[in-house]
């Protein structure tokens, strides 16, 4: 039985934030890339449900699928990728979806890349590229389109939005290029958000301000969110709920604010430890050995963490685990029942 | 964020170059094979020739191929097959002239304006601009009103009007790896200008390099072909397929085509072959820079 | 009291109008350790490439190990000699390397620029240099592409090092890695400085890597200092409104982050 039915299952503890209306069912999603000739897996069997108006933060670092995750859900996988499991969006399955749909879909699914520059047509006005799909796809009027364009130009902090919209991206520091894809992305008015690591090319004071105009407009919107990020506290900050990915795999979801003391999986717990403290010069981190594996690299009948895990016995060698229910989250740490309260300690009980 | 890496790998050294031509595929490898031919030819024409190009007998003028002479005599009675073989010589040592002097000044000037930058940059490139607006064939017959006619002069003019172009594109090759934070990094550890570029720079962009020299060859020899055909060049009674092209053309207008034919057939195989490896090897190029 | 062996006064840079740099003061004691903080635009970096002679200052002075290096040096001789002095370590692990070259090759070859050794004495130092930094035989005859981020920045910390510098700038050396890396190079780096007695000036708009790394930091913003100290003392009570901001921008358990006023003037476009 896959996570997301046990999850939904009467009996089972409730989710941790979890809204009754699922708005993206995602169920063993498996993605398969062409790489040098041979197919390769990306990702393996993820399972992640978003309520209506959630926000879900998605973690991990290089390999670990996090990003593949969000393009399989908006359908923007390389050409000759496979993709197996279900993709679920307002319970309509979102890879069965052709032409005028999958359109429509895309007014409903927004999404915000990493880096605004590689995503905006250099030679065409901001202003352009803003109304581009209302005008096309939702047959608006110019002048109308370009009245809501303003308007969210001021929900995102810039005020003088017309002229704003006669400049051309090199006019714009990267910070205020990422505002007004933000606010690109909400002129369809979408239901659902991805963002792709949408801070991390920016400074951290313009990081602080993006996402709080994010937080402000997800509620004004009542938007859900999947964001992505290699940073475990910015996720935790931000998401009600945060998915910890390791070598293409979901290892935990957790409610964010129990994220931290109540860790349920020991590559969580790993992570926020590896990070330096900015309140606290340690002597010496606690560095894990080793280096993230990728998701073809996970070993197909073991745990993916077990060769750096300070935890690992003989039963994480003996099967991959699955994702199994602990405490209104989800692990996929065998042990994760005995190990609770001490994940993050070298030494085993 | 970057992919876990590659199982490691250890190094060869330097991809020996066939490993290199077998990897642009079928179409690569046909090429290869038939340059080499041309080149073998060019080496080895005189020896394989049956007969002398130079001497014939013009009763036999035109006459098509028998026994001892395979593809029969040209316009004025000599060994046709002889004449293409020995002709190899001057169709393939031009083009080989104008690459080399190309690529050699081209990179010398690419890479020393992607290097100092500023002000010798824009004056290289604006140098180089104005010597563009100048087709090859222009130059040479300007050569061949100051210098005379013959291959050394149209080779040399060739290579005038061919290094802005390669110049051009080197430079952009240079100027990237230049931005390179290696390159920045041995600057710090206090590599002189020029080891850097020798080492580091030209190596980086040797694909490149090789990919240009080999499309170059290919218009090189066109270019030189006509030259020759234009009486500018090789000069009759040389066998040149350029000049033998130009000599036989009576021929065609006479229903004896084989001679003009079989020598412009043997210049557009050649050429492309020249091109269809230049295209493979450049994209290949491209491709290695990750 | 300790000799300082970076000793950077009034520098400054200026590109056409701007003022990238303005008026800076540095000093670092020997076997020390200094953050410079700073977002984009705060002129940090162009302060690094000045100091190790990639740009060249408008105004100032930057004295090294006792010598004067304001000025680009006039000889490759001279460039070399400075090159001992001090090395840098930058933040792209994948154009920090020459594609072409083993790590082997790489580190020798900075170790025939400044030594007269034999090759049997350059493969032993190439050996103990890539033990220091934790690479094992196997990774020294790879090429670049072969190898991780972390582990390609390792590589060119040991071929900093090669030069046997007294002063390592780390140009956001860190930034770039996955976290577990970044905590492991670190510690690496730790390490080395308790070995070797480097001192460090460390690039970077992380201010927990910081606080792991330094014990002095100094704050710019727009090309000038807002404010210095210890590292600690300027983290844990900010006295400058952009330190302040900059040190509440940073998640961290319990954080939630404060739009400002509308976005002003000056955020047009970018700044190098």
Redo the contacts between chains.
């Keep these: 039985m896959s996570a997301a039915r046990m999850a939904r299952h009467p009996g089972a503890a409730p989710f941790d934030g979890g809204a009754t209306t699922s708005l993206l069912e995602v169920e063993d999603l498996v993605v398969d890339l062409p790489v040098e000739g041979a197919m390769r897996r990306v990702l393996h069997e993820g399972s992640l449900s978003i309520g209506a108006g959630e926000a879900v933060g998605l973690v991990g670092?290089?390999?670990s699928g996090k990003s593949m995750t969000a393009r399989a859900i908006d359908r923007l996988l390389p050409p000759g990728a496979a993709v197996g499991g279900s993709i679920r969006f307002d319970r309509k399955s979102v890879m069965a979806l052709t032409g005028a749909a999958l359109r429509r879909f895309r007014g409903e699914v927004a999404m915000i890349f990493q880096d605004p520059r590689a995503h905006i047509n250099p030679v065409r006005r901001i202003g352009d590229f803003m109304t581009e799909a209302l005008r096309s796809v939702q047959n608006v009027p110019d002048a109308e389109a370009e009245r809501r364009a303003v308007g969210l130009l001021e929900s995102v902090?810039?005020?003088d939005g017309r002229r704003r919209l006669r400049q051309y991206p090199?006019?714009?520091?990267?910070?205020?290029l990422q505002?007004v894809m933000i606010a690109t992305a909400l002129l369809t008015q979408p239901r659902l958000l991805l963002a792709d690591e949408p801070t991390t090319a920016v400074?951290?004071?313009?990081?602080?301000?993006v996402?709080?105009?994010l937080?402000?407009l997800r509620r004004e919107f009542r938007l859900a969110m999947l964001f992505i990020t290699?940073?475990?506290?910015?996720a935790?900050?931000?998401c009600d709920r945060t998915a910890v990915m390791y070598a293409g795999q979901i290892v935990e979801v957790r409610a964010s604010s129990r994220l931290?003391?109540d860790p349920l999986h020991p590559y969580t717990a790993?992570?926020a430890a590896?990070?330096?403290?900015?309140?606290?010069?340690?002597n010496?981190?606690?560095?894990?050995?080793g280096?993230?594996?990728?998701a073809f690299?996970a070993p197909p009948d073991a745990c993916a963490f077990a060769a750096r895990c300070p935890h690992v016995r003989d039963q994480c060698l003996e099967r991959r685990p699955a994702l199994i229910e602990l405490d209104g989250g989800l692990t996929r740490c065998v042990r994760a029942e005995e190990l609770r309260g001490h994940m993050g300690s070298e030494e085993a009980p | 964020m970057s992919t876990a890496p590659l199982p490691i790998a250890t190094a060869r050294r330097r991809r020996s170059g066939l490993v290199f031509v077998r990897a642009t595929g079928p179409a690569g490898i046909t090429s290869a094979v038939v340059i080499g031919a041309a080149m073998l030819v060019a080496v080895l024409g005189p020896t394989l020739a049956p007969e002398t190009p130079y001497l014939g007998q013009l009763s036999y003028s035109y006459v098509g191929p028998t026994a001892g002479h395979p593809l029969g005599f040209d316009g004025q009675g000599r060994d046709l097959l002889s004449r293409l073989l020995v002709g190899a010589r001057t169709s393939m040592l031009g083009p080989l002239g104008v690459v080399l002097i190309c690529i050699l000044v081209g990179t010398l000037l690419a890479v020393s304006a992607a290097w100092r930058r500023g002000s010798y940059d824009a004056f290289v490139s604006s140098g180089l601009d104005v010597l563009f607006a100048f087709p090859g064939i222009l130059l040479a017959i300007l050569a061949a009103t100051v210098f005379g006619v013959g291959l050394a002069a149209a080779t040399l003019a060739l290579a005038v009007a061919y290094t802005p172009y390669v110049a051009r594109v080197l430079r952009g090759a240079a100027l990237r790896e230049r931005s390179q934070q290696y390159v920045a990094a041995l600057e710090v550890q206090g590599a002189s200008a020029v080891s850097i570029c020798l080492r580091h720079l030209i190596p980086n962009m040797l694909p490149l390099i090789v990919a240009q020299a080999t499309i170059l060859f290919g218009y090189a020899m066109v270019d030189l072909a006509a030259i020759s055909f234009l009486g500018l060049g090789v000069q009759p009674p040389n066998p040149d397929w350029g000049v033998m092209i130009s000599e036989n053309q009576s021929g065609v207008v006479q229903g004896y085509p084989l001679s003009a034919l079989a020598a412009g057939i043997c210049i557009v195989l050649v050429v492309v072959a020249f091109n269809i490896l230049g295209e493979r090897l450049y994209e290949q190029a491209q491709a290695e820079r990750r | 009291m300790t000799e300082s062996i970076l000793q950077i006064e009034g520098l400054r840079k200026e590109f056409g109008d701007l003022v990238a740099v303005d008026d800076i003061d540095v000093t670092v004691r020997e076997g020390g350790s200094i953050a410079i903080v700073g977002e984009s635009g705060s002129g940090k970096t162009t302060v690094a490439k000045m100091i190790v002679g990639l740009e060249r200052p408008t105004a100032g002075s930057i004295h090294a190990c006792g010598r004067d290096r304001s000025t680009p040096a006039r000889s490759t001789a001279e460039r070399r000699r400075r090159g001992r002095e001090v090395q840098i370590v930058f933040q792209d692990p994948y154009t920090s390397l020459d594609p072409r070259q083993t790590v082997e090759r790489t580190i020798d070859e900075v170790l025939r620029l400044h030594h007269g050794w034999d090759v049997d004495r350059r493969r032993a130092r190439v050996l103990e240099l890539a033990e220091l930094v934790g690479l094992d035989a196997r990774q020294l005859r790879a090429l670049p592409r072969a190898l991780s981020g972390g582990q390609r920045q390792r590589v060119a910390i040991a071929r900093a090092l090669a030069a046997e510098p007294r002063i390592l700038i780390l140009d956001e050396s860190v930034a770039a890695l996955d976290v577990s890396i970044q905590a492991q190079v670190l510690n690496l780096l730790a390490d080395i400085r308790d070995e070797t007695g480097i001192s460090y000036v460390l690039i970077s708009h992380d201010l927990a890597v910081v606080r792991q790394l330094t014990e002095e930091t100094v704050v710019m913003w727009r090309g000038r200092v807002v404010e210095r100290g210890p590292t600690a003392r300027v983290l844990d009570n900010p006295q400058d409104e952009y330190t302040k901001r900059l040190r509440a921008s940073v998640p961290r358990p319990g954080w939630k982050p404060r739009r400002r006023a509308h976005v002003g003037v000056g955020e047009e476009t970018e700044e190098r």
């Design positions: 670092e290089s390999g902090g810039i005020q090199h006019e714009l520091s990267g910070g205020l505002r400074d951290v004071t313009t990081q602080a301000e996402m709080a105009i937080d402000d290699h940073n475990l506290e910015l935790a900050a931000v931290h003391d790993a992570l590896a990070r330096p403290d900015i309140a606290v010069t340690a010496r981190l606690v560095a894990i050995p280096r993230p594996l990728s690299e």
